[in-house]
């Protein structure tokens, strides 16, 4: 009754192929864009965009990457904090221009990169240490390979906190975002207006989404499912795994690094590294992929805004109307997340999206089950 | 002698005694491994919330207070009494067999037949919901762990005078060894040959072998699958126990007393899930590389605390090379 198939036929491939074959489904698609895209705008306000909005699209992309690698490649990583703090860190360094020295001379120095240019090289660096992390991959599997990619988690924040060079030579060890702005529409630096920078991160999340769609249901995301479920069986079928898992690390950190420069430069401002990109992002991200549902995009958006409204509710409940300590509220909060984690790997290991789907299921022939 | 060369030969003991204190961590991991096949990254939170339930224990603390004052707007803390460090312990025991129990009961036997990474993600859960349990339970702040048999008869701590006295009048230079990790050392070596002798020598031990080989033959021969898990878990979180007496009399119980499971990580996989002494030659091999690269290559010319990471980037470059660790069995893959 609320998913309508009646009259909804399929007359080319094309059509049979779509994300959202049917019409109903397809409808309320477009309507949450357009919501999203126009009218969240005109009412966002401060509180809205910092506590709620941009660390969920932020999360989102970052769980869409793990999730390409976690999800449909079946290459579990610990790395992910490791990796965002790579696109935060190129991010700023083609946010400021780029400077080499040799001997103390400055041999060249790249101009300073738009923002949004900034952001994309982000990801494209990250893609590339992701390969460097990915290439023992091909070696080791299992958690084997999950403690291996720690050692990346472990060593590039070192290497952001030790390197001056990283970080310009700033006296306090920080990164921080310079005004930098889109056709005069400042999107990073303290004077930003909420709706812009909603806007520009909600520009990345829908591109993001779309191209992962699409991967993971097109050749190269068939064999990264191909590898997942029986990595020998796909090497026989004629999936080359070197390429497969390296593919996979490569989208993978791109869309990763893409949320670490977001995380920096739109929604902080102003990062640590061992505290932003700590080991903790990494779990994060990896529960929210748990919690939301492995190998899904929806899922990925669902699990990160489960896990950034959690603390806000439990906030809101505990500390706003019961009057509990903040630190009462925040164990709670890990005994809560460490719960749902386990609950969900045996009573749903497919998370939210699959609940999603079966409630979908049951509500395509309500009131009428048989 | 060579000042030089004295000081290397320091670093060098220095970082045997770290190395030990790792092995220690690693053991639990060893343990459930073996029996189970789970990956427990939960065995650093054990640790911790095994030292925190002694230190609570020993005070007189009230579970939960903390929780129960916010909701009942009572002013409760502490019992009144201490309890002497033995009878706390037998207590923590308790408690970690209990724990050992909980967690077979409601985690582990729903998830009995899924795959490795999957129970290493429980793992994780897990270890995220103890740590908040016991934050809840005993409290956040840094507490002091005494460990005393009698009264002025506890776990040393400071450097040890007598060897450096010694070695300064035979070699010229004083060695700085810190007193508690000689005697951790003692401790981590009783603790091995224990867990051997266990294995080697008992009923329960040879059934535990029996699960570590093959599940389906355990049981078909009448092993409880049941019972065999929550006793390595008890053994775990016995091992957690002492690891985090160690590392808890040493820097304070905290938070970041969990994070020794991370430094426990490498040293597996240096020396194989599987093998006992893997973990210790592993710990052993880690303690005294990441002690060493820092003095000679980490301070000198990266700028320090590569401690972070060395031990990290060791053993992936080992696996690259050999998959299974030093002393794992190699799993034979056919098609």
Same mark, same amino acid.
């Given at each position: 009754?609320?998913?309508?198939?009646?009259?909804?036929?399929?007359?080319?491939?094309?059509?049979?192929?779509?994300?959202?074959?049917?019409?109903?489904?397809?409808?309320?698609?477009?309507?949450?864009?357009?919501?999203?895209?126009?009218?969240?705008?005109?009412?966002?306000?401060?509180?809205?965009?910092?506590?709620?909005?941009?660390?969920?699209?932020?999360?989102?992309?970052?769980?869409?990457?793990?999730?390409?690698?976690?999800?449909?490649?079946?290459?579990?990583?610990?790395?992910?904090?490791?990796?965002?703090?790579?696109?935060?860190?190129?991010?700023?360094?083609?946010?400021?221009?780029?400077?080499?020295?040799?001997?103390?001379?400055?041999?060249?120095?790249?101009?300073?990169?738009?923002?949004?240019?900034?952001?994309?090289?982000?990801?494209?660096?990250?893609?590339?240490?992701?390969?460097?992390?990915?290439?023992?991959?091909?070696?080791?599997?299992?958690?084997?390979?999950?403690?291996?990619?720690?050692?990346?988690?472990?060593?590039?924040?070192?290497?952001?906190?030790?390197?001056?060079?990283?970080?310009?030579?700033?006296?306090?060890?920080?990164?921080?975002?310079?005004?930098?702005?889109?056709?005069?529409?400042?999107?990073?630096?303290?004077?930003?207006?909420?709706?812009?920078?909603?806007?520009?991160?909600?520009?990345?999340?829908?591109?993001?989404?779309?191209?992962?769609?699409?991967?993971?249901?097109?050749?190269?995301?068939?064999?990264?499912?191909?590898?997942?479920?029986?990595?020998?069986?796909?090497?026989?079928?004629?999936?080359?795994?070197?390429?497969?898992?390296?593919?996979?690390?490569?989208?993978?950190?791109?869309?990763?690094?893409?949320?670490?420069?977001?995380?920096?430069?739109?929604?902080?401002?102003?990062?640590?590294?061992?505290?932003?990109?700590?080991?903790?992002?990494?779990?994060?991200?990896?529960?929210?992929?748990?919690?939301?549902?492995?190998?899904?995009?929806?899922?990925?958006?669902?699990?990160?805004?489960?896990?950034?409204?959690?603390?806000?509710?439990?906030?809101?409940?505990?500390?706003?109307?019961?009057?509990?300590?903040?630190?009462?509220?925040?164990?709670?909060?890990?005994?809560?997340?460490?719960?749902?984690?386990?609950?969900?790997?045996?009573?749903?290991?497919?998370?939210?999206?699959?609940?999603?789907?079966?409630?979908?299921?049951?509500?395509?022939?309500?009131?009428?089950?048989? | 002698?060579?000042?030089?060369?004295?000081?290397?030969?320091?670093?060098?003991?220095?970082?045997?005694?770290?190395?030990?204190?790792?092995?220690?961590?690693?053991?639990?991991?060893?343990?459930?491994?073996?029996?189970?096949?789970?990956?427990?990254?939960?065995?650093?939170?054990?640790?911790?919330?095994?030292?925190?339930?002694?230190?609570?224990?020993?005070?007189?603390?009230?579970?939960?207070?903390?929780?129960?004052?916010?909701?009942?707007?009572?002013?409760?803390?502490?019992?009144?009494?201490?309890?002497?460090?033995? $009878?706390?312990?037998?207590?923590?025991?308790?408690?970690?067999?209990?724990?050992?129990?909980?967690?077979?009961?409601?985690?582990?036997?729903?998830?009995?037949?899924?795959?490795?990474?999957?129970?290493?993600?429980?793992? $994780?859960?897990?270890?995220? #919901?103890?740590?908040?349990?016991?934050?809840?339970?005993?409290?956040?702040?840094?507490?002091?762990?005494?460990?005393?048999?009698?009264?002025?008869?506890?776990?040393?701590?400071?450097?040890?005078?007598?060897?450096?006295?010694?070695?300064?009048?035979?070699?010229?230079?004083?060695?700085? !060894?810190?007193?508690?990790?000689?005697?951790?050392?003692?401790?981590?070596?009783?603790?091995?040959?224990?867990?051997?002798?266990?294995?080697?020598?008992?009923?329960?031990?040879?059934?535990?072998?029996?699960?570590?080989?093959?599940?389906?033959?355990?049981?078909?021969?009448?092993?409880?699958?049941?019972?065999?898990?929550?006793?390595?878990?008890?053994?775990?979180?016995?091992?957690?126990?002492?690891?985090?007496?160690?590392?808890?009399?040493?820097?304070?119980?905290?938070?970041?007393?969990?994070?020794?499971?991370?430094?426990?990580?490498?040293?597996?996989?240096?020396?194989?899930?599987?093998?006992?002494?893997?973990? !210790?030659?592993?710990?052993?091999? !880690?303690?005294?590389?990441?002690?060493?690269?820092?003095?000679?290559?980490?301070?000198?010319?990266?700028?320090?605390?590569?401690?972070?990471?060395?031990?990290?980037?060791?053993?992936?470059?080992?696996?690259? #090379?050999?998959?299974?660790?030093?002393?794992?069995?190699?799993?034979?893959?056919?098609?």
């Amino acid at each position: 009754m609320f998913y309508r198939e009646a009259g909804d036929f399929s007359t080319t491939y094309a059509e049979d192929q779509q994300t959202f074959p049917i019409k109903f489904d397809r409808y309320r698609y477009y309507v949450v864009l357009f919501i999203a895209i126009v009218v969240v705008p005109f009412v966002i306000n401060d509180y809205w965009a910092n506590s709620l909005l941009l660390p969920f699209l932020i999360y989102a992309i970052a769980a869409i990457g793990l999730n390409i690698l976690v999800g449909y490649c079946g290459q579990v990583s610990l790395g992910t904090g490791g990796f965002m703090a790579v696109g935060a860190y190129a991010c700023y360094k083609f946010m400021t221009g780029i400077d080499i020295w040799w001997g103390g001379e400055l041999l060249f120095r790249l101009p300073e990169f738009n923002i949004f240019f900034s952001v994309i090289m982000g990801g494209v660096m990250t893609a590339i240490v992701g390969v460097l992390f990915g290439l023992p991959s091909l070696r080791i599997k299992g958690f084997y390979l999950a403690v291996a990619t720690l050692a990346a988690q472990f060593f590039l924040v070192w290497l952001f906190n030790r390197v001056a060079w990283f970080y310009n030579y700033s006296a306090s060890g920080q990164i921080n975002a310079p005004e930098r702005d889109i056709l005069g529409v400042l999107i990073t630096g303290p004077s930003t207006e909420p709706w812009a920078t909603y806007l520009f991160c909600l520009f990345f999340t829908i591109v993001c989404a779309v191209i992962a769609r699409n991967m993971t249901r097109g050749a190269s995301g068939r064999k990264w499912m191909a590898i997942r479920d029986m990595d020998i069986a796909a090497e026989i079928i004629g999936v080359n795994p070197l390429r497969a898992k390296l593919t996979a690390f490569a989208v993978s950190s791109f869309f990763v690094g893409i949320s670490g420069a977001l995380f920096f430069s739109v929604y902080l401002g102003a990062v640590e590294v061992g505290e932003a990109f700590g080991i903790q992002k990494s779990f994060l991200v990896l529960f929210m992929i748990i919690i939301g549902g492995l190998g899904s995009i929806f899922g990925s958006f669902a699990g990160a805004a489960f896990l950034v409204l959690l603390p806000v509710a439990l906030k809101v409940v505990g500390v706003d109307w019961l009057g509990w300590p903040t630190d009462i509220v925040a164990h709670l909060n890990l005994v809560i997340v460490g719960g749902l984690i386990v609950i969900f790997l045996i009573a749903e290991p497919h998370g939210i999206a699959q609940l999603w789907r079966v409630a979908k299921e049951k509500l395509r022939l309500w009131p009428f089950p048989h | 002698m060579n000042e030089q060369l004295a000081f290397t030969i320091e670093v060098f003991a220095n970082g045997l005694m770290a190395g030990v204190l790792y092995a220690l961590v690693a053991l639990g991991f060893v343990l459930i491994y073996k029996a189970s096949g789970i990956f427990n990254y939960a065995q650093g939170v054990m640790a911790l919330f095994a030292a925190m339930t002694l230190v609570g224990i020993q005070n007189g603390q009230v579970p939960f207070a903390h929780l129960i004052n916010a909701i009942f707007g009572t002013e409760v803390h502490h019992f009144g009494w201490h309890v002497h460090s033995f $009878i706390a312990i037998l207590f923590t025991v308790v408690v970690m067999i209990g724990l050992a129990w909980a967690v077979q009961k409601f985690v582990f036997k729903h998830l009995v037949g899924q795959e490795p990474i999957i129970l290493f993600m429980a793992t $994780i859960g897990l270890a995220y #919901f103890l740590e908040g349990v016991a934050d809840l339970m005993w409290g956040s702040e840094l507490k002091a762990l005494n460990v005393c048999a009698a009264d002025g008869v506890c776990l040393p701590q400071g450097m040890n005078v007598w060897l450096e006295g010694t070695t300064y009048e035979a070699l010229g230079y004083g060695f700085f !060894i810190d007193n508690l990790d000689i005697v951790a050392s003692i401790v981590a070596a009783i603790l091995v040959i224990g867990l051997v002798m266990f294995a080697q020598y008992t009923k329960q031990g040879r059934a535990m072998r029996a699960v570590a080989d093959d599940h389906q033959a355990a049981l078909s021969v009448g092993v409880s699958l049941n019972f065999i898990w929550v006793l390595v878990w008890s053994l775990a979180g016995f091992v957690a126990l002492v690891a985090g007496i160690m590392w808890g009399a040493k820097s304070g119980v905290q938070f970041s007393l969990s994070l020794i499971a991370l430094k426990a990580l490498p040293v597996l996989m240096l020396g194989g899930f599987t093998s006992i002494p893997g973990a !210790i030659v592993g710990g052993l091999i !880690i303690g005294v590389g990441e002690k060493l690269f820092e003095f000679l290559i980490g301070a000198p010319f990266l700028g320090g605390a590569t401690e972070n990471w060395f031990a990290y980037m060791l053993a992936l470059l080992f696996l690259v #090379f050999r998959p299974q660790g030093l002393f794992g069995e190699k799993i034979i893959e056919r098609v």
